[in-house]
Every structure is written in structure tokens, then in C-alpha cells.
């Protein structure tokens, strides 16, 4: 059974770097890739179906359902099929992906974790070059948007600052993690990384991207100033740190807030799809378009104000509404927040791994909030490590009770 979790968790290790590594796997070759290797991986591991069972009821029974109303839209009426199929393999690999993660044991999980953010280093740092080139490129394509802005090997910086988003949160669980363990050396290293995954975040300009971390840490610091008297010193000093980045890498940011620099027409587009959304809600709403319906059939209810093609919503939650329909998006939504409740109500009874696990619900938060003004979700990779790093969480909230011989890191 060990033997299968490590090929399975070797696979994990592989699919993490590989993932963002080709354009976050937005094209159709890299999402089927994707989905054919964690269907392998669920077919060559331990049973993992089983770890159903440990997961709350009413979060089994909403996905469950969700489930099979998208295989029914999928067959009888997807507006798009032949997209469709390829979202429900993604879909049903996600899903696979979440119950093998519930195989990995205490060490495993943190180290998986370190290579996400070693990955999203990676990205910084390859971004960092990228924007010193004369003619600057994503691996062999060269650049035609986002010039002067750190994309890694993303092609949108938007995306590129979804996966930064993660790794931060990782990056502060591990410090966080390490000062309960009074690791002050290994604490000082993960709060380095935090610097400079900021610093990269920044550099992205993604301006939801950047608030949405910003109102997740700023909870988080006003949170614990009263909570954790014992932390208040190594958070002010990584306050300072967070200062001293934006003042000195926040210009390229505050680039994106000038109107000659395009600020008010994205922002606009955004508002007039959603208002254009509500055409569409009244005639799908019901039912709901099936799966990567929204690129075939928005542009029949698209305004003349708008002058570009919409392949998504740029509003996930808004976008997976209309695929879904809205009463089963209700059912799909509240069984995600019923895990979220149960999940946090047992890392606040001071289970093992706290500091890490609040480092990672920070990271998935910022995510969420992003999702409000783009679509990260509908990144296959970006929404991989999401699953993951869910499922890290749901993982660490069960570990110690029950399982002492994996409790330990």
C-alpha cells in the first residue's frame, strides 16, 4: 500500500513542476496531459475512493450530485460537447486528484508543499529574467501581451499571480509552522521566500491579484496582533519586510492605475459582460449551458460595446452559475462551504499543523477572492494546485487523531 501512496506521490511531485511549467496548462494537449496522468495515478495508487468516507456527508452528497448533473448536461444537452468531455475528464480527475491526497502522510504533505513553492519560485525568477530581455518571450513563443510584466511561463499575469497566490500562502504556513516549532533559522529562509514570491506578485501587476492577498494578510496580521502576543515580533518584522517590498517593487503595480495605461477600459469590459450575463442567465439559468459552454454561446448575447471576443466571464463564480445552472450551483457552492466550516472549526481546536494549515487557508482565500474579477479556476493547472492544496488542508485537519504514527513531522 506504501509502495503505491510513493508512485503516487512521486506523480504529485511531477505533475506540480510540470503543470504551470507549460503555459499552466491552458491548451487542450496540456489539460487532457493533465487529466490522463491523475487517472493513471488514481487507477496505479491505493484505493483511494475509500477516503470518501472521511470527508463530511453533506460535502459527499453535493459533489456527488454535482457530479452527475454535469455528466447528464454532458450527454443530452452541452452547448459545446466536444469541450465538455473534456472538461468532465478534467472535472472527475480533480476529483481523484483530492482523494489521493488524503493517502499522504504528515511529512509528505510538507514536503509536497515545498515544491509547490519551489515551482513558484522557479516562476518568479524566470519572470524576473524574462522582463530583462530586449524582446521578451514565454519559452518559445515570444511575447505579444504583458510586455514588461512577470508572467513566468504563464501567458497571462493574471494567472501567473493565482499560482504566486498559493505558494505565498504556503510560504507563510511553513514560516508560521516553523515559529511554533521555535526554528527561528528555518523561519528567517521561508520568510525570505515570502519576500520574494511578494515581490514577484507584485512585479505581475495583477491588481486583484494584489488586493486579494493584501485583505487575506491584513485579516490574518489584525487576527493574530491580539491572539498570538508570542507572534507579534516575527510578523512585525515580516511586516516591515512586506513594506520595504512594495515601496521599492509597487511602482510596476501602480503602472496598472493609470488611464493611460488602460485602467478603466478592463475594468469596464469586466462589468459590461456580467451586466451582458443576465441575457443569457434568463434563457439558461435553469439548466445551465454544460461545461465550456460559455466561449460557443456568448458571443449571440454580446453588446456592441464590447469590442473583443470573451472566452470567459472573467467572474468564475458567475461563469460556473451559468454552466452549472443556478439551483445546482447552490448545491455545488454550499457543499465546498460546508467543508470549509468543518475544516476550520477543527484546526481551531488546535490540532497539529495549525500554523501551516492557516498559511494555506490564506493562500486558497486569496484565490477565491481573485475568482471575483477573473477566472483562475478555468486554468487547469492553477486549479490543480488549488484541489491540492484543498485537499492538503482537509489532510492536516485529520491528522493526529486516530493516526499518531503520522502526526509527526
Request: glycine letters at 8%; hydrophobic letters at 55%.
Amino acid at each position: 500500500m506504501r509502495r503505491q501512496t510513493a508512485v503516487c506521490f512521486s506523480g504529485f511531485l511531477l505533475l506540480t513542476l510540470l503543470a504551470p511549467f507549460f503555459f499552466g496548462a491552458v491548451h487542450r494537449w496540456a489539460q487532457q496531459s493533465l487529466a490522463a496522468v491523475l487517472f493513471l495515478l488514481f487507477a496505479w495508487g491505493p484505493p483511494a475512493w475509500e477516503n470518501v468516507v472521511r470527508l463530511p456527508r453533506y460535502f459527499r452528497i453535493s459533489c456527488a450530485v454535482s457530479l452527475g448533473w454535469v455528466c447528464i448536461q454532458t450527454l443530452f444537452w452541452a452547448v459545446d460537447s466536444s469541450k465538455a468531455w473534456s472538461e468532465l475528464l478534467l472535472w472527475f480527475s480533480l476529483a481523484g486528484a483530492f482523494l489521493l491526497v488524503q493517502e499522504f502522510d504528515a511529512k509528505e504533505i510538507r514536503f509536497l508543499i515545498q515544491v509547490i513553492i519551489a515551482s513558484a519560485l522557479f516562476q518568479a525568477l524566470y519572470g524576473y529574467w524574462q522582463t530583462t530581455l530586449s524582446a521578451e518571450s514565454v519559452l518559445w513563443f515570444q511575447k505579444t501581451t504583458h510586455v514588461g510584466y512577470l508572467t513566468g511561463t504563464y501567458l497571462n499575469r493574471n494567472h501567473c499571480a493565482g499560482f504566486l497566490e498559493l505558494a505565498l500562502g504556503g510560504a507563510l504556513g511553513l514560516f508560521l509552522d516553523c515559529l511554533e516549532s521555535s526554528k527561528k533559522k528555518e523561519a528567517a529562509v521561508y520568510g525570505l521566500i515570502f519576500m520574494v514570491l511578494l515581490a514577484a506578485i507584485l512585479k505581475t501587476g495583477s491588481r486583484f491579484g494584489v488586493f486579494s492577498w493584501c485583505v487575506v494578510f491584513s485579516f490574518f496580521l489584525v487576527w493574530n496582533y491580539f491572539k498570538k502576543p508570542h507572534w507579534r515580533l516575527p510578523l512585525g518584522v515580516l511586516v516591515m519586510g512586506v513594506i520595504l517590498t512594495a515601496i521599492f517593487q509597487g511602482t510596476v503595480l501602480l503602472q496598472r492605475f493609470n488611464y493611460e495605461e488602460g485602467f478603466m477600459a478592463p475594468v469596464s469590459g469586466r462589468v459590461w459582460v456580467w451586466q451582458d450575463m443576465s441575457a443569457v442567465f434568463s434563457d439558461y439559468g435553469l439548466w445551465g449551458l454544460g461545461l465550456g459552454g460559455f466561449e460557443r454561446i456568448f458571443p449571440q448575447y454580446q453588446s456592441a460595446r464590447l469590442m473583443m471576443g470573451w472566452d470567459h466571464a472573467h467572474q468564475d463564480y458567475l461563469e460556473l452559475a451559468l454552466i452549472l445552472g443556478v439551483p445546482m450551483s447552490v448545491i455545488w457552492f454550499s457543499g465546498w462551504l460546508s467543508l470549509a466550516f468543518k475544516t476550520v472549526k477543527k484546526i481551531k481546536e488546535g490540532r497539529p499543523f495549525k500554523g501551516l494549515s492557516v498559511g494555506l487557508c490564506l493562500g486558497l482565500l486569496s484565490f477565491i477572492l481573485h475568482g471575483f474579477a477573473d477566472f483562475n479556476f478555468a486554468i487547469a493547472s492553477n486549479a490543480f494546485m488549488w484541489i491540492m492544496l484543498a485537499a492538503c488542508v482537509q489532510r492536516m485537519s485529520t491528522l493526529g487523531w486516530g493516526e499518531p504514527s503520522k502526526a509527526v513531522s
